[in-house]
Structure formats: C-alpha cells, structure tokens
C-alpha cells in the first residue's frame, strides 16, 4: 500500500563534529549517484556527485563515498555547522532504453545540528 | 549564478479545477523535468521534457498531466482536472545535458480542497 508519511531517519551532531550519512541504493546499472540538500520549504540543491568509476570525491567540506560492492553511498560532512540542518538525499541516475537519463531519490536523511 | 525559477510559490484550487504551474530553467540548459514531493514523503520524478517532446514519464504522469514549453524561456505543468491527492510541492528542474546535474527550483506548493 502507500505510506501516509514516512518518518526520516535522524542524525542529531554537535556543531563542530562530522556527520557521515548513509545511502544504500538498489540498481546496479546506476552510474551516476547525486547528494542533494533540502532545506525545509526549498527544492533540492545539489552538493556533490559521483560517478561510478570513481569510490571517492572531495568538495568543500564534504566528501562523498561509493562502495559499489555493496552498493552503498555516504556522505561526509566536516565540521559540521548549523547551516547544515537540512534533510540530505541520495538520488541515483538511470538511463532509460531511450539513452535518457532519470534521477530517483532515496528516502532522505535529516540532519539536526546541535549548537 | 543562474537559476531554475517557479510560479506560483503557492497554489490553491479547488478540486476538478485545471492548474498551470510554471517553471522558467537555466537559460543554456536543453533538458527540464518535473518532479513533485508529497509532505513527508520524498522527491518522486514525473517527467522529463528535450527537444519539444517527453523522453521518459512515470506511472504517475497520467492523462491528467501534460508538460510544454510554449515559447523559448517557459516550462509549464498543467494539471486538468486536479484530485485531492494532488496536493504537493511541484519541483522543475533542468540540466544542460542529460548526464549532467539537475539543478532544481525553489517549487510550487500546490493545495486541493
């Protein structure tokens, strides 16, 4: 059936420590992976992709991890600031027959940091 | 920095009526989605738009839904005959290429009575 409201997993962290978020996703043909950060009443905004060739890449003051093994992605946030309280999503891209390209979003994760 | 921009931020209608929502993408970018976010629940794709026709559209996409670009600026939603359950907030979103990010729009929260 379809769920009324899904309840976000959680991640409370001290201002100044680091948040790692985790994503496990299902497709293995996905290629192409996507964190986005949605701020309460805002559209996704993207932070940091992947590509599937790669199992790690840095920005600024995040870090994402691709562990195709297990098919398992995180997302790691340095010195975490107040600013950072969002709900963070996972999205993956599949292409379609078509050669098109769709994104898919997990469930989210929502970050409250702790002043 | 160029944005994705939606209007209405708000909607409100009444059930069984048609709503236009509008989305304006990134002026250089060729491929514009719509996906739409029931409160409390996640983002869910509807439809991807290149080259003035749908490429991909999901089970959610009915009769009931239809996308345009009308002019050379402009990325429209229409919904014809709006349900209850149609009450969400409505991304658009665009892309340069398909395989490149999509970047999203602040979205239209849309309200059926």
């Known amino acids: 059936g379809e769920s009324v409201g899904l309840h976000l997993p959680t991640l409370s962290v001290q201002e100044g420590d680091n948040s790692i978020i985790n994503c496990a996703y299902s497709?293995?043909?996905?290629?192409?992976f996507i964190w986005y950060k949605q701020e309460s009443g805002k559209g996704p905004q993207f932070i940091i992709d992947i590509r599937s060739n790669m199992d790690k890449r840095q920005g600024q003051r995040v870090t994402v991890l691709l562990n195709k093994t297990v098919k398992h992605l995180s997302l790691q946030i340095a010195a975490t600031q107040p600013g950072d309280s969002a709900v963070y999503f996972c999205?993956?891209?599949?292409?379609?027959?078509?050669?098109?390209?769709?994104?898919?979003f997990g469930i989210g994760t929502k970050l409250q940091v702790i002043p | 920095e160029p944005e994705v921009t939606q209007t209405p931020s708000h909607q409100v209608t009444q059930m069984g009526q048609e709503v236009i929502l509008r989305c304006v993408p990134i002026s250089n970018h060729l491929y514009f989605y719509w996906y739409r976010q029931i409160l409390g629940q996640k983002v869910e794709f509807l439809v991807s738009f290149y080259n003035n026709e749908i490429s991909e559209k999901s089970e959610i996409f009915d009769d009931q839904f239809s996308v345009e670009r009308p002019d050379g600026s402009n990325f429209t939603l229409k919904i014809r005959s709006t349900k209850l359950e149609d009450s969400a907030m409505y991304f658009c979103?665009?892309?340069?290429?398909?395989?490149?990010?999509?970047?999203f729009g602040p979205g239209t929260r849309l309200l059926v009575l």
């Open positions: 497709n293995s043909a996905s290629d192409y």
């Open positions: 999205a993956e891209k599949v292409e379609n027959s078509g050669g098109y390209q769709k994104v898919t």
């Open positions: 979103a665009s892309s340069r290429r398909t395989e490149e990010t999509q970047y």
